[in-house]
């Protein structure tokens, strides 16, 4: 068997697949990440989703299990996870921790080489190549280089507002009522205490992105050069990565990107910037929106693990359940 963990901030979904593909037992829990959870929380956690997805079945040397938990790249965390995993699992199947990046592009790629570009809250591209040499540009957080990110867009969106504000405007814009409106109040003084409360700051901020994303779907000028700023961040940092992993690679004539995050899967202002420029600069990319949600990448990453490929018929078989 295989059994696959997406384990995350708000929570964490483990499934159970056969070896020709077919989804045993899938279920949901809390959450797992080590940076915002503690170790009673989480092992409670996992022991609920063990509970719930092997019902006391015990676990054999045959047995793969592979989880990607957001939290667990750095301080020893990954070690310290898969510990927990083996007091509860044994150390008979072979267990792989590894962060939940891996997991966003394995979904799509199917356990081969690629990269995926996370643009969320926060942003992050990540790759790898046939050698399996793993690299990543951003991810350090909302103040570095956080330019594809859900926090940055609605930073210049606010940025925008301010402007117009300070410039006198008597008559609040389209935006503005819009901003006004989204965090249900009247003034523009009101918007201050709100952004900047203690420990609230990014996600508030970043909860602006919705309007950009919206309103360039629907042709706004103005949220469309905020989406296509964004998507020009993405684009550098996706070079970087390809320059450091992939360019020596000759048996790869395209490079798979996966988008992915709310932003990268809704904006359409995105996937059209980096269509155009990457056709434009004659560059090896061929970009697709995740449809698949990470647990799909924990069961190919755990084959790859294994030395394994998944067959058609296991793709087929597997990737159905999550298509219904």
Known sequence: MIIGIDGGGTKTTGVVVDAQGTVLKMATVGPTNPNSSNEESILSQLKDLFSQLLQGKELSGEDLVFAGISGAESGGKKEWFKELLVSL?????????DNDAITALYSETKGEPGIVCISGTGSIAFGVNEKLERGRVGGWGYLINDGYSGFTIGKNI????????????QEPCRMTEEVLEHFQVKEMSELVPLVYELGKTRDRIASLARIAVVWSNQGDDLCTSFIE????AMLKDIQVLYEKLMKDDVDQNTVPIILTGGIGQHAEAMMDYLHSEARRAG????FKRAAFP??????????????????????????GFFSV
């Open 283 to 286: 560059l090896p990319y061929l």
């Open 89 to 97: 699992l044994g150390d008979k199947p072979s267990i792989t921790v």
């Open 229 to 232: 700023g964004a998507a020009r």
């Open 294 to 319: 990470p647990i799909v990448g924990t069961v190919y990453a755990a084959l790859r693990e294994s030395g394994d490929k998944a067959s058609a018929a296991f793709i087929t078989r597997f990737e």
């Open 158 to 169: 606010l940025e925008h507002v301010f402007e117009k504000y300070d410039a006198g405007g």
